[in-house]
Structure formats: C-alpha cells, structure tokens
C-alpha cells in the first residue's frame, strides 16, 4: 500500500510564492512518474505538472510554464512543486499523482494515475 501526503499549502496573495511537497510511504515508487493535479471549486481535476523517475522529463500545463517547477528526490521518495507568480486562477485543491505510466501520458489527463494523495488547499487573494 502507497500513501501519498501533500503539505504546503496556504493562503497568498497574487504575485506570491508557495512550495508544494508530496512525500510518499509504504512500498517503493521505484520507476513512477509522479506529477500534481488540480481542481478549482465547480470545475473538473486537471493536470499541472509531472516528472519522470529519473527526473529528466518534465512536462507542464501551458498556463503555469515559466512559474511553476516540479522536482524529485527519489533518496527521499518526495516531490516537490515550486509555484511562483501565483494568480488568483490557480486556486485550487493541488494532487500528488503517481502513475506507472509516464510524464507525458499524465500530461494527457488522470487515467492512468495508480496513487493520489488527499489533497492540499490554495488559495491565491487578488
């Protein structure tokens, strides 16, 4: 059993920053994708970011490229997703995702998404 538990979220002003963690226990993510997801209020979940297990394949949603980084320590079975620039539209309940699949293939939407987390609230004040 693989649980995933986010940490970090908060209120911010726009313009502001926030560091997202996910850290994972019970058996070995070992060859995982792992990306965040997110879902505003009355709106369906989406994909934000993902990485590959190596850590060398990243891939984003186009309205967070150039604000937000997603990193991995794979010593510390955590992944992290750095959001800088904040707008008042990416508040949101943000999702770590693990998938067996790869970055590219969360990228295209949540099938396929073996383990989520509970969920870590943003809120982003104009």
């Known amino acids: 059993q693989v649980q995933l538990v986010e940490a970090g979220g908060g209120l911010v002003q726009a313009g502001g920053s926030l560091r997202l963690s996910c850290a994972s226990s019970?058996?070995?993510?070992?060859?995982?994708?792992m990306g965040w997801f997110r879902q505003a209020p009355g709106k369906e979940r989406e994909f934000v970011a993902a990485?590959?297990?190596?850590?060398?394949?990243?891939d984003y949603k186009d309205s967070v490229k150039g604000r937000f980084t997603i990193a991995r320590d794979n010593t510390k079975n955590t992944v992290s997703l750095q959001m800088n620039s904040l707008k008042p539209e990416d508040t949101a309940v943000y999702y770590c995702?693990?998938?067996?699949?790869?970055?590219?293939?969360?990228?295209?939407?949540?099938?396929?998404?073996?383990?989520w987390g509970k969920g870590t609230l943003v809120t982003v004040s104009s």
């Open positions: 995702a693990a998938s067996t699949t790869s970055a590219q293939t969360m990228s295209k939407g949540s099938d396929g998404i073996d383990y």
């Open positions: 019970g058996r070995t993510l070992s060859g995982y994708a």
């Open positions: 990485i590959s297990w190596g850590g060398n394949i990243r």
